[in-house]
């Protein structure tokens, strides 16, 4: 069972920047895709990005440009860094991974974004 530890999220203003971080308890070279998802009340759970084990990666159009996604198989890590940030991009981000039989969750990391 491999356990994924988000941190970096924070209240920012618009305009700024954060870089939120997933930590996984194993090995994450083996995990075909890892990325992040963002969820605010009411509202369902939408990919944020994305990277594969091949580092190609994959955006919500709404980030494009803004954020990067990054993985460090070395490091067991995934990244997400996030530049001009917006009130909308206000959510709770969390960190996935999907091996060839299961996906993984991480508990979320909280980003406000203040205008």
């Known amino acids: 069972q491999v356990q994924l530890v988000e941190s970096g999220g924070d209240l920012v203003q618009a305009g700024g920047s954060l870089r939120l971080s997933c930590v996984a308890s194993g090995s994450i070279a083996s995990f075909l895709v890892m990325g992040w998802h963002r969820q605010t009340p009411g509202k369902r759970r939408e990919l944020v990005a994305a990277i594969g084990s091949g580092q190609i990666t994959d955006y919500a159009d709404s980030v494009k440009g803004r954020f990067t996604i990054s993985r460090d198989n070395a490091k067991n890590t995934v990244s997400l860094q996030m530049n001009s940030l917006k009130s909308e991009d206000t959510a709770v981000y969390y960190c996935?991974?999907?091996?060839?039989?299961?996906?993984?969750w991480g508990q979320g990391t909280q980003v406000t974004v203040s205008s």
């Open positions: 996935y991974a999907l091996s060839a039989t299961t996906t993984y």
